[in-house]
């Protein structure tokens, strides 16, 4: 499974949210490869599929399932959740689109 953390310098929630993808990876998939990748223009945006910072991708897929078809975005991130909107996206997500990836769901 290759995991891909994509952020850009002076994000806010990038730092609480790659903690959060740590912990999700060491309890859901420790064999998990995690690569961190700094995006420093639109054009970049475009390039990684990148949907705001901080963005997860596991194997290819955006972690929001509603949001897989956006159009990449040069930002600050905003994440959709049961408990409102959050720039930091929930725990529970993280491991959902874990669990998705190790069962071969799309």
């Known amino acids: 499974m290759k995991v891909q953390f994509l952020y850009f310098i002076g994000c806010p929630n990038a730092e609480p949210t790659l ?3 740590k912990e999700a990876i060491r309890e859901e998939a ?3 490869e995690l690569e961190s990748r700094e995006v420093n223009s639109e054009e970049d945006a475009g390039r990684y ?3 705001g910072s901080p ?3 596991i194997n ?3 972690i929001e399932k509603k949001r897989r078809k956006d159009s990449p975005y ?3 991130r905003i994440y959709r959740t049961e408990q409102g909107s959050s720039g930091v ?3 529970g997500m993280i491991v959902d689109a874990v669990r998705e990836a190790k069962s071969g769901r799309r």
Do not use: E, N, R, S
């Open 89 to 91: 996206p929930p725990k």
């Open 19 to 21: 903690k959060l993808l």
């Open 60 to 62: 290819g897929l955006d």
């Open 55 to 57: 963005t997860i991708q």
């Open 30 to 32: 420790p064999d998990a």
């Open 74 to 76: 040069y930002g600050c």
């Open 49 to 51: 599929g990148f949907l």
